[in-house]
């Protein structure tokens, strides 16, 4: 387990350097003169009670400083590469009860899309993912997910989590 983590943390951080070539490129003045970061805003939302959690959920950005970083392009244009980083904590909250919890959802993902709607996530850190019922490996919920893992999602977003070493957590048992 430990050489996968070590392989993990080696591949994930020779695909974060791949981008400093074009990052000091557009710093030097080109396209993008702050490093081609931009602002990345979460968007809160709500859930009817079975589609998540067995009641209706409120996710609500309460800060928000995630800023986003294309690495390549297809050729129309449309996003290859991206590259997420910065704080995010969300609000959670049980909209029957007023139940509520504040999850960190800051961790830093490299997202590989692919031409025909599938992706790739490769993350470090927390994040959060909604499962529907029969919607990946993960049972049905509001998880908080948290370590060195991926998780694909089919055109169709159907999602698998390939956990290299962390964590996964329900929100939905937070708020019961």
Not at 95 to 114: K, M, R
Not at 155 to 174: A, E, R
């Amino acid at each position: 387990m430990r050489r996968a983590v070590i392989a993990a943390m080696v591949m994930f951080t020779a695909l974060l350097t791949g981008a400093a070539p074009a990052q000091a490129a557009e710093a030097a003045g080109g396209p993008g003169a702050h490093g081609g970061w931009v602002p990345a805003p979460a968007v809160g939302f709500e859930q009817p009670a079975g589609a998540r959690c067995d009641f209706a959920i409120r996710a609500e950005p309460v800060l928000d400083e995630v800023r986003k970083l294309v690495l390549d392009t297809y050729a129309d244009g449309k996003p290859k590469r991206e590259l997420y980083a910065g704080d995010l904590l969300v609000k959670y909250s049980n909209l029957a009860t007023g139940a509520s919890t504040q999850i960190d959802a800051g961790g830093t993902a490299l997202v590989d899309y692919g031409t025909d709607g599938s992706m790739t996530w490769y993350v470090v850190g927390p994040a959060i993912f909604g499962f529907r019922v029969d919607g990946g490996n993960l049972a049905r919920g509001m998880w908080v997910i948290d370590g060195v893992y991926s998780i694909a999602f089919t055109p169709t977003y159907y999602k698998t989590v390939t956990m290299v070493h962390g964590t996964s957590h329900n929100i939905c048992d937070d708020l019961d």
